[in-house]
């Protein structure tokens, strides 16, 4: 059964080609794929481990979880390549959380320094002089439930499409997922918080530069189109890498 030609979606216990998606039920692992001419041991189940996150004997919890960020952010097709999509999703939600939390601190830390440039339009005011610093957590709160919900909804909505196609992504693959694509949130974080931020230091050490506020708010609306480029790209790559996945 090729993609194209889907009318069901495959059993959990059929064995796809990860090149194409063609049912491989009955094949020898020493052959190829008939469609698409895959080896058909690239497709093996053995190919597919828990990521280093949920496995205690590689390390410290410190370590793992910055290896298997590191491993996602920067070799995302490597990592849904041989990521065990049928394991229990305890671990890998932990991971989503402490990302999303991450992720949210920065989100508020730049919405607030943001808000209160924004409020006064003042080249020299100290940071928290037109927005009270309180205001930070509440987006950062405001920016973890987002983060959450959000993941939710794209789970649910790719299980639908999915479906809809006759591809095998059940609701728990697809937010196991997910909760590993969180890592990439870091990366948007952090060049958001430098960009406002270093703005307004720039703005507190040099009145020469409050002609710059244009060019300030550009680079932000960029960065905003940028990042649901690289989110949207980085989805995909752990999706695709995962819908032929037999374990």
């Known amino acids: 059964?090729?993609?194209?030609?889907?009318?069901?979606?495959?059993?959990?216990?059929?064995?796809?080609?990860?090149?194409?998606?063609?049912?491989?039920?009955?094949?020898?692992?020493?052959?190829?794929?008939?469609?698409?001419?895959?080896?058909?041991?690239?497709?093996?189940?053995?190919?597919?481990?828990?990521?280093?996150?949920e496995r205690p004997q590689g390390g410290s919890a410190v370590f793992r979880f910055f290896a298997t960020t590191a491993q996602v952010i920067f070799h995302p097709t490597r990592f849904y390549r041989s990521f065990a999509t049928r394991g229990s999703r305890e671990h890998s939600l932990q991971f989503a959380r402490i990302h999303w939390l991450i992720a949210s601190a920065l989100f508020g830390i730049t919405a607030w320094v943001h808000l209160d440039w924004f409020t006064g339009l003042s080249p020299t005011a100290r940071i928290g002089r037109y927005v009270p610093w309180y205001f930070a957590p509440v987006f950062a709160a405001l920016a973890y439930v987002f983060l959450a919900m959000i993941t939710r909804l794209a789970g649910r909505l790719t299980t639908f499409e999915a479906t809809?196609?006759?591809?095998?992504?059940?609701?728990?693959?697809?937010?196991?997922?997910?909760?590993?694509?969180?890592?990439?949130?870091?990366?948007?974080?952090?060049?958001?918080?430098?960009?406002?931020?270093?703005?307004?230091?720039?703005?507190?050490?040099?009145?020469?530069?409050?002609?710059?506020?244009?060019?300030?708010?550009?680079?932000?609306?960029?960065?905003?189109?940028?990042?649901?480029?690289?989110?949207?790209?980085?989805?995909?790559?752990?999706?695709?890498?995962?819908m032929y996945a037999s374990r």
């Open 1 to 53: 059964m090729t993609r194209a030609a889907a009318t069901h979606v495959p059993a959990e216990t059929d064995w796809l080609c990860e090149g194409c998606g063609y049912t491989l039920n009955g094949l020898p692992e020493g052959g190829n794929c008939p469609e698409c001419g895959k080896p058909t041991h690239e497709s093996a189940s053995q190919i597919r481990v828990l990521p280093l996150w």
């Open 164 to 242: 809809y196609r006759g591809l095998r992504l059940p609701i728990k693959v697809v937010l196991r997922g997910l909760d590993y694509h969180a890592a990439h949130y870091l990366p948007v974080a952090l060049i958001t918080i430098l960009t406002v931020v270093g703005y307004r230091l720039a703005l507190a050490h040099s009145i020469t530069i409050t002609s710059w506020g244009t060019g300030y708010l550009y680079t932000l609306c960029a960065e905003v189109v940028l990042a649901a480029a690289y989110l949207f790209k980085t989805y995909w790559i752990g999706m695709r890498n995962m």
